[in-house]
């Protein structure tokens, strides 16, 4: 009986290891957060509707492009 045991010890270990990281996934997942984890997550879109970065000197504007 005992070694019936010892036998069934490391999948035992692994399956309960797994069901732990399962849990602890889910409950950061699903979890209600204050907000975005980053400060700036809300400034990435832009009410303006173009896809530039305003802050980089170098992108060029829509009005900068032209057809040719």
Known sequence: MLRDL?????????????LIGVVLFLRRQMG?????????AGTDIHDDRSNADTDDPKAASSDDRSMS
Do not use: N, Q
Request: aromatic content about 4%.
């Open 32 to 40: 209600t957060g204050d907000g975005p984890a980053h400060g700036d």
């Open 6 to 18: 010892t036998a069934l010890t490391p999948p035992l270990v692994v399956c309960g290891a797994f």
